[in-house]
């Protein structure tokens, strides 16, 4: 954890003066770092990789957004400081992780009521109605809605798994009966395609599902009915909202309307192939030209200054932080923390995936966040938490000394 530090504190010692600080902030966010690794039972270890890589992560992300945007940096390490501190505080409840399997329905109402308030406080910012304003904070309660899904389905799967697993696909009865509230994913995944126009995050919530639900059960027959229904449903909404329509049309055809709905997509491309292989270096690029390039487009920005080759060396990081979740579900006894575990993982991976997807043109485009990278305070909080969590799976009896 100290190389960590030591690493993330270089980063963000090249980061424009006037958009970090003052400083004590920066020494309350490496304590806070220390003391998350070091406040853990004794009598066990994990694999403190984790909290390293997020650290490090978010310590590149904070010295992107301030290149970027200092006015956002600024709030960003506020929420830094703020995911460290709450990480550190939950902690000790994170150790009881089993326990948390005999309140699966209580998370799907707690994901309801966070839905509900959505609908009648939310905020609508470009066509999708995602952000609960509190005074001056502003928060996307689905950040939380995608970490109470899967704590709910690895439940769920780990107690009817093998029921599943033995029905067969022509059985209405029996699909119907144990597969009702495994829909309550998908379900969830379609309302907020529908309600907020989100098709970034219903997408990464049918994906969570569709890969626990295969890891549980190998059934690729409900894993394909779900998504030909979300394929369905797609077509629907970008038919009925237009914010949907022009994320696909502009992903079909960025370079018909590069001066309007375009404009954001072609200068995404102009940048990365102006990184090339190598990149102009830090602060030398122009990724200002991007509109919104601290939130949706951070990555452009990377491939801008740092090349192909920085670009890819951060997906290296994230994919060496997602392989670490899913071994430390494989090397628990028990089907609810390997499913739990799986599914923290899928859920950070397929975020890195359909957002940098978007950004290279593979996918169409959506809102969601590159963790720990894009300006976000919520989305901050909800994958500090998610490591956390996963952190304290990784724990294994320490051995004694022979």
């Known amino acids: ?9 270089l980063m963000l010692w090249f980061a424009p003066r006037d958009a970090i600080g003052p400083p004590w902030v920066l020494v309350a966010l490496g304590v806070l770092s220390l003391v998350w690794v070091l406040w853990q039972p004794g009598t066990s270890v994990r694999d403190d990789w984790m909290p390293a890589l997020a650290v490090v992560l978010a310590a590149f992300g904070l010295m992107i957004v301030a290149r970027l945007s200092p006015e956002l940096a600024h709030k960003q390490q506020w929420w830094l400081l703020f995911s460290l501190l709450l990480a550190i ?3 000790p409840l994170f150790t009881h992780f089993r326990r948390f399997a005999a309140y699966k329905y209580l998370w799907v ?17 470009n066509g999708a109605r995602l952000w609960i304003r509190f005074g001056p904070v502003q928060y996307e309660p689905i950040e939380l809605i995608k970490l109470f899904i899967v704590l709910f389905l690895a439940a769920y799967l780990a107690e009817m798994a093998d029921v599943i697993a033995a029905s067969r696909w022509w059985s209405l009865r029996a699909n119907l009966k ?6 309550i994913g998908w379900g969830a995944s379609m309302a907020i395609l ?17 890969a626990l639900l295969f890891v549980a059960t190998r059934r690729v027959d409900i894993v394909l009915f779900g998504a030909l229904l979300f394929a369905v449903g797609t077509f629907w909404a ?3 909202y237009s914010y949907v329509h022009t994320r696909i049309a502009v992903w079909l055809h960025p370079f018909s309307d590069p001066l309007g709905a375009g404009y954001q997509s072609a200068q995404a491309y102009y940048s990365l192939a102006t990184g ?3 990149g102009t270096g830090y602060r030398l690029g122009h990724p200002g030209f991007i509109p919104d390039v601290a939130t949706d487009y951070v990555y452009a920005a990377i491939a801008e200054e740092f090349g192909i080759i920085g670009a890819i060396v951060l997906l290296a990081v994230f994919l060496d932080l997602v392989r670490r979740m899913f071994a430390a579900g494989l090397e628990q006894p028990d089907l609810y923390t390997k499913l739990l575990a799986a599914g923290m993982a899928a859920t950070l991976g397929f ?25 976000g305070g919520s989305s901050l909080v909800a994958n500090f938490l998610l490591v956390a969590l996963v952190w304290a799976m990784s724990a294994r009896p320490r051995r004694a000394p022979t």
Do not use: C, K, N
């Open 276 to 278: 090339g292989l190598v």
């Open 238 to 240: 970008s038919h009925h």
């Open 194 to 210: 529908v309600v907020q126009r989100d098709l970034g995050m219903a997408t990464l919530l049918l994906l969570t599902f569709a």
């Open 89 to 91: 505080v939950a902690g």
């Open 109 to 125: 109402v707690g994901s309801l009521a966070l839905f509900i308030l959505l609908i009648v406080f939310g905020q609508e910012v």
């Open 1 to 9: 954890m100290v190389g960590a530090l030591a690493l993330a504190a």
């Open 351 to 375: 975020q890195v995936i359909i957002i940098v997807g978007g950004v290279i043109g593979l996918l169409p485009l959506t809102g969601i966040t590159l963790p720990f990278i894009s300006y």
């Open 178 to 183: 144990y597969l009702g509230p495994l829909f």
